[in-house]
């Protein structure tokens, strides 16, 4: 992640819409994350690197010495408004 984030002059990063359903085997978080950044000024870069993104996340949590970790995590792209 570094290397990739290294590519851009700023990032950044927002979640929205947390809800956790505790009905389940195991509690899921549901949110919504997105993405700002501007991509460095470096010729062959234009136009590669997304400016804007934002993704829908589903976390499914255990709980692991006392903390919850994440057991699986699934997420896909939403489409701009």
Do not use: C, I
């Given at each position: 992640?570094?290397?990739?984030?290294?590519?851009y002059?700023?990032?950044?990063?927002g979640?929205a819409?947390?809800?956790?359903?505790?009905?389940?085997?195991?509690?899921v978080?549901?949110?919504?994350?997105?993405?700002a950044?501007?991509?460095?000024q470096?010729?062959?870069?234009?136009?590669?690197?997304?400016?804007?993104?934002?993704?829908?996340?589903?976390?499914?949590?255990?709980?692991?010495?006392?903390k919850?970790?994440?057991a699986?995590?699934?997420?896909?792209?939403?489409?701009?408004?």
């Amino acid at each position: 992640m570094r290397r990739y984030f290294s590519l851009y002059t700023s990032v950044v990063v927002g979640t929205a819409g947390l809800e956790v359903d505790h009905s389940g085997p195991a509690p899921v978080a549901r949110f919504r994350a997105s993405f700002a950044a501007k991509p460095k000024q470096v010729r062959g870069l234009a136009g590669l690197l997304p400016e804007t993104a934002r993704f829908r996340f589903e976390l499914t949590l255990v709980e692991e010495a006392g903390k919850l970790r994440v057991a699986r995590a699934a997420w896909h792209r939403l489409e701009n408004d």
